[in-house]
């Protein structure tokens, strides 16, 4: 058993040669396969995710785009799946199923057969979008007579348009393999070879899980044992808002996300996803216990993400992780809350007699509501005094029970 990156890093392909070991010969897919793995193109690989499946293995089994020499012109190609510019495809048949890739087929690729006694060439084999055995595809580069002292190079047009002709919208690739062949008189197939060498170059993209740390305005606290490793959690120091992220630097070096694109009017086409912490305290859009819960503790890690809302004319945070739940002990009197898209959604309010609990969704200085459509808040109120939600637009009275609102993108919905 081995990493499965071993297959490139220590080619430990049956018949690998061209690894990243000190002394082997590199061949251009070790450096453009990992800028394509940088761009998210390469395989997902089934296995990084099922720990107890033959995780530690480079091509044995059913490992995904793993290959073996079938004959001395086929190969046996293992399937799975790829991304490529964001899409996921199967090839080669998917995880479990293998296909039969065959060097000189013109359905599977292309290349030059080779002619003479000592000629080699070098062929790529990669997975692509469309066509091939089953999205998978080989490029072969000119022959060269190896008693001349050369090496067989390359060819770099499936880099550039892979089906040069064809209309495919999808033009990126990855490779799987290098495949180096010699001339072979009969027996060679279509394109004469004989292989000898197989030199793997799959990119595997990461899978789960994604660790992040929270982010946070602050620097790192110490714990019990007086070392820094913990990220501040103070009142002020969460990122809940695309303002929040934007401005985690100096004014003069602020960030442009959720802000208009140059001097135009319209906002940069930009969205985000992110951890931080909550904060706590007033106008942050938690009611009257203001993100304190009953035990005097504030809200932890939360996921926000934010993006453009119905009118594309605001930018929306909204927290993910949990809803967030406003309910102090103490009865409340008269008084009015900004409740956020970010902040709770459920609201518990003991309102004493005689007294108005009032709460309106966050709006621009446009006046538009700076919520995402479908956002759900939940009021109950209990003892003999009422709520109010919405009180400019909605102003929907809840007495002694519970209701439920819904923004459906333009304004805000009795749901029941």
Known sequence: MSDPLSGHTAAQNTLGADGLRDGDALSSPTMTNMLQGLH?????????????????????????????????????????????DGQLYEF?????????????????????????????????????????????????????????????????????????????VNEQVTVLATVRC??????????NVDILEINDKRAFLRTNPMYMVP?????????????????????????????????????????????TVGSATQLNDV???????????GSLGYGPDEGIDRDSHRGQDQLFFAGQENSETAIVSKRLFARGVSA??????????????????????NVNSGQTVTLNPEKSGGGKYLFPEGHIIDVKVTGSGVGKFDATALNETISSTTKTFVYEGSEWLLLR
Request: proline content about 3%; cysteine-free; glycine content about 14%.
């Open 328 to 349: 102090p002990s103490a009865a409340q009197n008269t008084a009015t809350y900004t409740i956020t898209s970010y902040g709770d959604s459920v609201f518990i309010l």
């Open 40 to 84: 998210g193109n390469g395989i997902l690989r089934m296995q990084d995710s099922a720990i107890g499946a033959t995780r530690n293995a480079t091509n044995s089994g059913s490992q995904p785009g793993s290959m073996t020499r079938a004959s001395a012109f086929t190969l046996t190609v293992q399937g799975g799946y790829v991304v490529l």
């Open 271 to 281: 969205a985000a996803l992110w951890v931080s912490t909550t904060k706590s305290g």
């Open 215 to 259: 982010l946070t305005t602050a620097s790192l606290d110490n714990d019990s044992d007086s070392k820094a490793s913990q990220i501040s959690r103070d009142a002020a120091e969460g990122v809940q808002t695309a303002a929040d992220l934007r401005g985690l630097m100096a004014s003069g070096e602020a960030g442009d996300f959720g802000t």
């Open 92 to 168: 080669g048949g998917g995880p479990g199923a293998s296909v039969t890739v065959t060097i000189g087929n013109s359905s599977h690729g292309t290349g030059t057969a080779m002619a003479a006694a000592n000629e080699q060439a070098l062929y790529v084999l990669y997975v692509a979008s469309d066509g091939g055995a089953s999205r998978i595809h080989f490029a072969g580069g000119s022959p060269v007579q190896t008693g001349d002292g050369l090496y067989p190079t390359l060819p770099n047009q499936y880099l550039i348009d892979y089906n040069t002709g064809s209309s495919q």
């Open 182 to 191: 010699e001339y072979k008189s009969s027996g060679g197939g279509n394109h």
